[in-house]
Antibody, heavy 115, light 112 residues
Framework: EVQLVESGGGLVQPGRSLKLSCAAS????????MAWVRQAPTKGLEWVASITNSGGSTYYRDSVKGRFTISRDNAKSTLYLQMDSLRSEDTATYYC????????WGQGVMVTVSS | DVVLTQTPPTLSATIGQSVSISCRSSQSLLDSDGDTYLNWLLQRPGQSPQLLIY???NLESGVPNRFSGSGSETDFTLKISGVEAEDLGVYYCMQATHAPLTFGSGTKLEIK
């Protein structure tokens, strides 16, 4: 059974950092381009960042460039999102997903940025 | 960025009714490799999104065949032939032809 399990979310003050993890199982993680997609409360889906299967290339939406870093450890089948200088507008549920053809999704992890 | 415009924003259907959702792109989604990376997702209440259709018209494994996708270039349609109660939720189109990945604003399907 395919599973993507996110962790690391929570309440954080503006300007602080948080690191999300997404543990994958049930498929060959190293073969997949992966992505983070977020959803602000009552809003639609928004792509955040992507990474190629080798980790050699990464891509970010403009509003998180320079603040967020996507990475992966294929040996551990785990995807990460390091989020620095967090802002209130980063408040959302963050999903890890299997990239451009998102056939796999995690359950989501909530990140709340508030003082 | 590619803008995907979905219509209608909300849809109310009875069980057994057939419905369609439109997704129009601000640019052609035909990739240089010949594929068109337009996908359809369903997010049921309180759940993660799930992939229904990929590359315009390919049914994801396990998805009922009452769902179908069609279209080309900039105009795409998701059709549900005979709505069932479990189909309620928000439908999103999503494109992966042009960076960055973008999503439509969603169509909420309600069951009468």
């Amino acid at each position: 059974e395919v599973q993507l399990v996110e962790s690391g979310g929570g309440l954080v003050q503006p300007g602080r950092s948080l690191k999300l993890s997404c543990a994958a199982s049930g498929f060959t993680f190293s073969n997949y381009y992966m992505a983070w997609v977020r959803q602000a409360p009552t809003k639609g889906l928004e792509w955040v960042a992507s990474i190629t299967n080798s980790g050699g290339s990464t891509y970010y939406r403009d509003s998180v460039k320079g603040r967020f870093t996507i990475s992966r450890d294929n040996a551990k089948s785990t995807l990460y999102l390091q989020m620095d200088s967090l802002r209130s507008e980063d408040t959302a549920t963050y999903y890890c997903t299997s990239g451009a053809t998102p056939d796999y999704w995690g359950q989501g992890v909530m990140v709340t940025v508030s003082s | 960025d590619v803008v995907l415009t979905q219509t209608p924003p909300t849809l109310s259907a009875t069980i057994g009714q057939s419905v369609s959702i439109s997704c129009r792109s601000s640019q052609s989604l035909l990739d240089s490799d010949g594929d068109t990376y337009l996908n359809w997702l369903l997010q049921r209440p309180g759940q993660s999104p799930q992939l229904l259709i990929y590359s315009v018209s390919n049914l994801e494994s396990g998805v009922p065949n009452r769902f179908s996708g069609s279209g080309s270039e900039t105009d795409f349609t998701l059709k549900i032939s005979g709505v069932e109660a479990e189909d309620l939720g928000v439908y999103y189109c999503m494109q992966a032809t042009h960076a960055p990945l973008t999503f439509g604003s969603g169509t909420k399907l309600e069951i009468k």
